[in-house]
């Protein structure tokens, strides 16, 4: 059974920092890529940021400059580290993992909340 467990969220102040992790196990093919993704309430999810197996990043417009992923791939976590946090970061981070043979899966979610 594949799990994706997350993190690392929390309450911090604007222009904080705060590491997000993501585990991944369970499955016995070998992973592509991950990424986060974050939903903020009445929006659409949306990328925040991947690496692939051959550790090339895509990262979101609006946290360019501000976040860092990074992978342990002996581990198969992924990191994001946050740094200059603004109000408009504040969302539930989803971690996805894909897997090659095209199989994707999610983790529950965690809470990060930038407010003063």
């Known amino acids: 059974q594949v799990q994706v467990v997350e993190s690392g969220g929390g309450l911090v102040q604007p222009g904080g920092s705060l590491r997000l992790s993501c585990a991944a196990s369970?499955?016995?093919?070998?992973?592509?890529?991950m990424g986060w993704y974050r939903q903020a309430p009445g929006k659409q999810r949306e990328l925040v940021a991947a690496i692939i197996s051959g550790g090339s990043t895509n990262y979101g417009d609006s946290v360019k400059g501000r976040f860092t992923i990074s992978r342990d791939s002996a581990k198969n976590t992924v990191y994001l580290q946050m740094s200059s946090l603004k109000p408009t970061d504040t969302a539930v981070y989803y971690c996805?993992?894909?897997?090659?043979?095209?199989?994707?899966?999610w983790g529950q979610g965690t809470q990060v909340t930038v407010s003063s």
């Open positions: 996805h993992v894909n897997y090659e043979k095209g199989l994707g899966y």
């Open positions: 369970g499955s016995i093919f070998s992973i592509n890529a």
